[in-house]
């Protein structure tokens, strides 16, 4: 019989991240691995167990905050998978979240409802190296299309922390010097609430006026926040699914150890709440245009009937919507149907014809040709990578 492998999961259950990753774990372990696994809940930032240095065991998931937990975690002499990359370059593998397909989901959703000023709201940096990523990547996105991006930057640092009500008035005040219309990025859920909180101190009309999107998806927090708060779902099971096959790869050829290997797992989707529901187009024909596409794209519309819903010609309406938005009207009910597309995508198991179907394509293979023609992927492959698993 084979040995069962003695595995520690140090994987907080304090937030809706950690279960995430603790779901895939035990889906993994169900399907493959069956483990017996150290668990007890714990706190994110809360301390290793102290027997772990002379633990006898197979296996470590952790989650490490700083070089002194790494340390530790290296004296256990086990292999072992860090899941939370807060500290580069630490020699060990790493699985997490894609932060440039975050910030790139977190822009599109905001430009595409007609923003062309941006914000991002972050930790201090220095603090997280995560979250610094976040907040390049989506300055970066934001300015090769040629749009200013401001970042909020804690005036204490990260080595002091604010208390408070010190920096919900420093983010507030940062609001209050933004052009408006404008979309914010926050680099995570908490942040996401206190950008809201600090919008009703400033007075600023959300989203109206600033429109926010933050990242985890955290249900309970953004359900929580006023308005309910639009998140990116990072795909918290596959990475712990992932992690826990990796690590189970690890324990079976002791040899892989020796390259500290970084896998980055694509976000799933935006989830719209009413943080961002809002169309930043000032121009009421576009406007209207907009909210029709919106609605009937997947009915199988064309650009006639969007015309004579406004009453325009094409000659007129199309220069005015590329103005507002950079795209005709025909690439904007393209777009929606492949958002659609790739929500169903992720979100079911309906068989491609019937996504396509659903999105307004005539056909499976016409879905699967425009797919690839934009998306550079073919529907079943990008559903394979963006699903959670079975």
């Not at 639009?230 to 990796?246: C, F, M, P, Q």
Request: charge should be positive; proline fraction near 6%; glycine fraction near 8%.
């Amino acid at each position: 019989m084979r040995r069962v492998p003695h595995v520690a999961v140090l994987i907080e259950t304090s937030r809706a991240y950690g279960r995430g990753l603790l779901e895939g774990v035990a889906r993994y372990n169900r399907e493959h691995g069956f483990w017996s696994m150290f668990f007890e809940p714990h706190g994110l930032d809360d301390p290793l167990p102290k027997w772990l240095s002379a633990w006898k065991g197979d296996g470590v998931l952790v989650r490490i905050n700083d070089r002194r937990m790494a340390r530790a975690v290296r004296a256990a002499d086990v292999p072992a998978v860090d899941l939370r990359g807060r500290v580069p370059h630490l020699g060990l593998p790493f699985i997490g979240v894609d932060n440039f397909a975050v910030a790139r989901l977190a822009f599109e959703h905001l430009r595409d409802r007609g923003f062309r000023d941006f914000g991002f709201c972050g930790v201090a940096r220095g603090h997280y190296f995560p979250m610094d990523k976040r907040r390049e990547f989506f300055r970066q996105l934001a300015e090769r299309a040629g749009f200013p991006c401001r970042v909020f930057e804690p005036r204490g640092g990260w080595r002091r922390a604010l208390a408070w009500e010190e920096e919900q008035d420093q983010l507030a005040a940062w609001l209050e010097r933004l052009p408006r219309p404008v979309g914010v990025m926050a680099c995570n859920d908490d942040r996401g609430r206190q950008v809201l909180d600090a919008c009703r101190r400033a007075g600023v009309l959300v989203p109206d006026e600033v429109a926010v999107v933050s990242v985890d998806n955290d249900t309970v927090l953004c359900n929580m926040a006023d308005p309910p708060m639009t998140s990116i779902d990072v795909n918290a099971e596959r990475i712990g699914y992932e992690a826990a096959a990796l690590l189970d790869r690890l324990m079976r050829r002791p040899a892989a150890r020796a390259r500290a290997v970084s896998v980055e797992v694509p976000p799933r989707a935006v989830v719209a709440r009413q943080s961002s529901d809002v169309l930043a187009v000032t121009d009421g024909a576009v406007a209207a245009a907009l909210r029709f596409i919106r609605q009937h794209a997947c009915d199988g519309i064309r650009v006639p009937d969007v015309l004579r819903h406004v009453g325009l010609s094409r000659s007129v309406l199309d220069p005015r919507f590329k103005a507002a938005l950079g795209r005709t009207a025909k690439a904007e009910i393209l777009r929606v149907q492949l958002e659609r597309a790739r929500q169903l995508l992720v979100d079911s198991r309906l068989p491609l014809e019937e996504v396509a179907a659903r999105c307004g394509f005539s056909s499976a293979k016409y879905l699967g040709d425009v797919f690839f023609r934009t998306s550079h992927v073919r529907p079943g492959a990008y559903r394979q990578s963006h699903q959670r698993p079975e």
